[in-house]
């Protein structure tokens, strides 16, 4: 079983700043892509970043590229994600995510496609 705990978020304005943390434990040896995924009221669960923890591999989805880094420390088990010019529509519960196999590129930024989750924390930008 696969833990996985966020931390880093809060409240920011527009043009800001934050890392994002998760911590992953338990049978983590089967994690080949995670990522981090959002959720804003009333609106479904989208992918925003995906790592394939082999190789370091990226990916983003249009709306964050050149502002979002998702990044891994294998040592520390910790897997991040550096937010930068944050905007108003970035507000989201944001989610750490993990599946023992990469789904298949139509499905990596869906959240059907990840099995182990984090409880989420709280991004919120004003403007």
């Known amino acids: 079983q696969v833990q996985l705990v966020e931390s880093g978020g809060g409240s920011v304005q527009a043009g800001g700043s934050l890392r994002l943390s998760c911590a992953a434990s338990?049978?983590?040896?089967?994690?080949?892509?995670m990522g981090w995924f959002r959720q804003a009221p009333g609106k479904e669960r989208e992918g925003v970043a995906i790592i394939y923890t082999i190789g370091d591999y990226t990916e983003y989805v249009d709306s964050v590229k050149g502002r979002f880094t998702i990044s891994q420390d294998n040592a520390k088990k910790t897997l991040y994600l550096q937010m930068n010019n944050l905007k108003s529509e970035d507000t989201a519960m944001y989610y750490c995510?993990?599946?023992?196999?990469?789904?298949?590129?139509?499905?990596?930024?869906?959240?059907?496609?990840?099995?182990?989750w984090g409880q989420g924390t709280q991004v919120t930008v004003s403007s």
């Open positions: 338990g049978y983590i040896d089967s994690r080949p892509c």
């Open positions: 995510a993990a599946v023992g196999r990469c789904p298949a590129r139509p499905l990596l930024f869906s959240h059907l496609a990840y099995n182990y």
